[in-house]
Structures are given as structure tokens and as C-alpha cells.
């Protein structure tokens, strides 16, 4: 079994994986783009092999109705997301990963919506939506 842990900036809000990580899917829809700051690089896991130590109550969950983001309130720091017809995954930000060597690039989700910044990796499947590949 694999085990992987990550966290917040700050460390208030910690976090272990008792299981298999997903590979990342970068996503540049319009909500990615905002909770990110650019887009969302996301791996993921099965809801009940994440454990999440936040003794301050740091972690708080904006939530949209059909997707929600978890984030530390302290930091800043933007740790998961969550599709509301799919909370027996969690996405896991890549970034907040104490070590992501584990998982590579396995597809791009809204493709057509990057900004003109960002340079795609044309050798991984690209989708218009989210609604091809990994649900989360």
C-alpha cells in the first residue's frame, strides 16, 4: 500500500493518502483558473484513504453546489476538490504533495480554454470538458 503526504504553506492543515494516487490531469476551466491563480494540477485519490489533520479547524470547503474546494483559511492554500456527484473521490492539489514523484501527467482537461501563456504537453490526451478520462 502506498502512503503519501502533503499539506498547507503554513502546516496547519496536513494530510496523508493510505492508498493509490491518481495521476494528474491539469485542468484550465474557468473555476481551476480562479481557485489557482493559473490552472489546476490535481491527482486524486478514493475519499476514504484520505486522512486530514487539522487541529486549528483551518480547513474550510468553498462550495459551488456541484463542486466544491478545499482550502486552508490561514494560508491561503488550495489543497482538493471535489465533484458533488463524486465524493467517493477527492482531486489532491500536485503542488501540495510533500512528494509527487509518484504520479505523472496523464491528460489535460479544457484543452481550448488555457490561457495563451501556458504551453500544452500535446504528448497526453486533451479534452474539451471534464467529462472524458478520470471523473476527478
Request: aromatic residues 10%; contains cysteine.
Amino acid at each position: 500500500m502506498s502512503r503519501q503526504t502533503g499539506g498547507c504553506l503554513c502546516g496547519r492543515v496536513t494530510y496523508r493518502v493510505d492508498g493509490p494516487l491518481r495521476d494528474v490531469i491539469h485542468c484550465h476551466c474557468f473555476n481551476c483558473r480562479k481557485v489557482s491563480g493559473n490552472f489546476v494540477a490535481s491527482s486524486g485519490s478514493a475519499t476514504s484513504d484520505l486522512v486530514i489533520a487539522d487541529e486549528d479547524h483551518s480547513l474550510r470547503w468553498y462550495d459551488l453546489g456541484y463542486a466544491r474546494y478545499g482550502f486552508c483559511s490561514t494560508c491561503g492554500s488550495s489543497l482538493f476538490w471535489q465533484g458533488a456527484e463524486h465524493t467517493d473521490r477527492t482531486s489532491i492539489q500536485a503542488g501540495s504533495l510533500d512528494d509527487a514523484s509518484s504520479v505523472s501527467l496523464m491528460g489535460v482537461w479544457f484543452a481550448n480554454d488555457a490561457q495563451a501563456h501556458v504551453t500544452i504537453d500535446h504528448s497526453v490526451p486533451q479534452f474539451a470538458g471534464n467529462d472524458e478520462g478520470d471523473d476527478v
